[in-house]
């Protein structure tokens, strides 16, 4: 139901901080499909540190960028009175990366596979993310009961620590 901006969805999560603790377990639903994005963007084969150090400096790279973003939110959710509400937003964000995850994988291997012209697999990557940042956004600001402007500033922290912490990988893994 979140996934379709439906708030009904949120209503099915944990409020609590145990319910938040399990969510995590969406990080681990979606490590496959983050580490197949992985292997597809390194068309060469492996990255030139080697196919063992690539997948571990990802892996490692996508526990800390999950992790940090969470973390980071605390702060901007109780300077914006939401802080109560931050046990479910964690829930709903960790959960939500699950179709998030799923379509981007679709996006960008299915129209491959299909043979479909190059410009259709970029524009329904492109599609993809798009979805996938409001998506985002829209679980930052009904989770949180928040302005649009904390919740695009969550969206905001986010990219910015993929980018830090996926440059950072680079460097490590050649």
Do not use: H
Request: charged fraction near 10%.
């Amino acid at each position: 139901m979140m996934a379709r901006g439906r708030p009904e969805g949120l209503a099915l999560l944990p409020s609590d901080g145990a319910g938040a603790w399990r969510s995590f377990r969406a990080m681990a639903i979606c490590l496959p499909a983050f580490l197949a994005l992985r292997l597809i963007g390194w068309e060469g084969g492996a990255p030139p540190g080697g196919l063992l150090t690539g997948l571990v400096a990802e892996t490692a790279a996508y526990v800390l960028a999950w992790s940090a973003l969470l973390l980071g939110t605390l702060p901007i959710a109780e300077a914006a009175g939401a802080g109560p509400r931050w046990a479910r937003f964690v829930a709903a964000w960790n959960w939500a990366n699950v179709p998030q995850y799923a379509v981007l994988l679709v996006a960008i291997v299915l129209p491959g596979l299909l043979g479909l012209p190059e410009w259709f697999g970029q524009a329904a990557t492109l599609a993809a993310f798009g979805w996938a940042l409001w998506l985002e956004w829209w679980v930052a600001k009904t989770a949180l009961g928040a302005g649009p402007g904390v919740a695009l500033a969550i969206v905001a922290a986010d990219v910015m620590i993929g980018l830090v912490v996926g440059g950072i990988t680079e460097k490590l893994t050649g």
